[in-house]
């Protein structure tokens, strides 16, 4: 059964951290692969400041050309909006019945997942990998001690897609902070800029 990693993300742009956590997930745990899983709008998110969904899954796969343990993931795109975490699961359990996913997240998106829709139902059939983030948010108890969620010691990055984009509609070079490809095509279609 493959081991595969679920990344979501509106990836808004996809940027270099999200390489590195994704990277270090992929060779330094016992995940076959990572999924990137563009969320077409997620329902705690203003949609007003997405890039167009399959501008961004373009982006994602650009990204991920040289990375053979990682791919994009578009599944969500045809389900109802706005979709739920739980939902795209149980899709993706019933497509590839051979895979055993896992989550990926962050330490700040933990402390949220209490609002989750249906996360007790999450917790019971899947597994969370959790990723070191600077959060002054609050982990409740029961999470940290959960059986089916792991810390993993990696790189803590904080760069934001949200700062990469006000970077560069204030004409900022923000080169070094997106896979040259991705910089390239952002450049190429204006995208970000007004």
């Known amino acids: ?39 077409p709008h997620n329902p705690h998110k203003k949609k007003e400041s997405l890039l167009d969904d399959f501008q961004r ?8 050309e040289n990375y053979p343990k990682m791919k994009a993931c578009n599944v969500e795109f045809g389900l109802p909006q706005p ?10 359990q019933e497509k590839y019945p051979n895979r055993k996913f896992y989550l990926i997240m962050g330490q700040d998106n933990l402390a949220s997942l209490p609002k989750w829709k249906n996360y007790e139902a999450i917790l019971e059939y899947y597994h969370i990998m959790v990723y070191p ?7 409740p108890e029961d999470l940290t001690h959960h059986p089916k969620i792991s810390f993993i010691k990696a790189p803590i990055i904080e760069i934001s897609a949200t700062q990469i984009r006000k970077n560069i509609q204030e004409n900022k070079n923000v080169r070094p902070l997106l896979p040259p490809e991705v910089y390239q095509y952002i450049d190429e279609m204006n995208f970000y800029k007004n």
Do not use: C, Q
């Open 1 to 39: 059964m493959k081991k595969t990693g679920l990344f979501f993300g509106s990836f808004n742009p996809i940027h270099i951290g999200h390489l590195i956590i994704a990277n270090h997930l992929a060779e330094h745990t016992d995940l076959d692969e990572v999924w990137f899983v563009i969320t």
């Open 83 to 92: 979709n739920y975490t739980i939902h795209t699961l149980t899709v993706l």
């Open 133 to 139: 983030r600077i959060t002054k948010k609050i982990i």
């Open 57 to 64: 899954l373009s982006m994602v796969r650009l990204a991920l």
